[in-house]
């Protein structure tokens, strides 16, 4: 953290240092199928089996005192643009930004990275240049990698690494780091879900896994990695659509503190919306929600909030704003058309409402 006193604060909300301590590590798989982490079929779990021994409680790596496992619901369109907006904003956007997907331009919206540059939080981010098109000058390190070259399954993915390596070898250069893996989304749009490919590259994901938690163990501070993906992969090996395999996605949560109450994963543990990831992360570092975020931080995962403000966080949901907030965002869309919510992808008020927790 380069300088403390920055950190963002507002009227009310109470901050607590410690928080600003906390290493955060954002692992996005594109493509990611929530079977390939959570099948029962041995051969599936065999390619990630750090992450798998990890998240059961198993892992050889002392650190790992929390975990969280569960399956995140994606809205439609399943493509990459609209569920980074989605991931990041805790809002829903619409099918326009299909048409979009293409052209990522600066997010104005209220984002979990503005919150966190705005905290003076030190962010890093390598992958898909769609993040460094959606926040240019927020990563004080960044290296953007074009998604266009669908046959490239590695050259990519091994420049992630690469950076990975580096800023793992510098942890006190970043508090949050993000990575945006593209390779496994490529196999998926050329040869299907089921290619022989698929469990090589879910291994390399798998090494990528422990690196960061073998890295993050040996420091003297607080971690929290969270592994997901922004869609799954249809049965084809595409995606952009509704079906269960693009719209159900996992998320792995590992940590050095305990996050729930329970490391058993035969548990059931709630599923999320993806909309709840601003929340979960901002939670994690103590810093206020985006204000357009309709996500909320299930009370199963209260452990993982940080500081004294966890209380407005679990009520961080009186819906009749939230309401209000909508109808803003509504009158505002036609000028945004990147930002268009469409009646079908918008939570309604019942949504809304069912889910005060
Ligand atoms: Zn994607």
Redesign the pocket.
Known sequence: MSNQNNHYLSSDWHLDRRCFDRKTVLLLI??MRQDMVFSSDRQSAAKMRFLDSARRGKSRIAGVRGSYSTVVKVQSPT??LP?IKCLTTGRVPGFLDVLWNFFASELATDSIVRRWHSANFSVQFYG?DTWTRMFPGSFAMAQGLPSFFATDFYEVDKNVTENLREALSATSSWDVLILHY?GL?HIGHIEGPNSRLVPDKLAEMDAVVESIVTALSSQPVDWLLAVT???GMSDLGG?GGASPAETRTPLVLLSSVQLSSSLDPSIELPELEQTDMANLLTSWTGVQPPRASLGLLHPSLGGLACGGFSNSLLSNNNWLDLLELEAELNSKSAKQPGDLPANSGHLSSSDINSRVY
Do not use: E, N, Q
Request: proline share 0%; no cysteine; aromatic share 0%.
């Open positions: 594109d493509g493509v990459t569920r898909d593209l989304d993906s922004d869609h995606h």
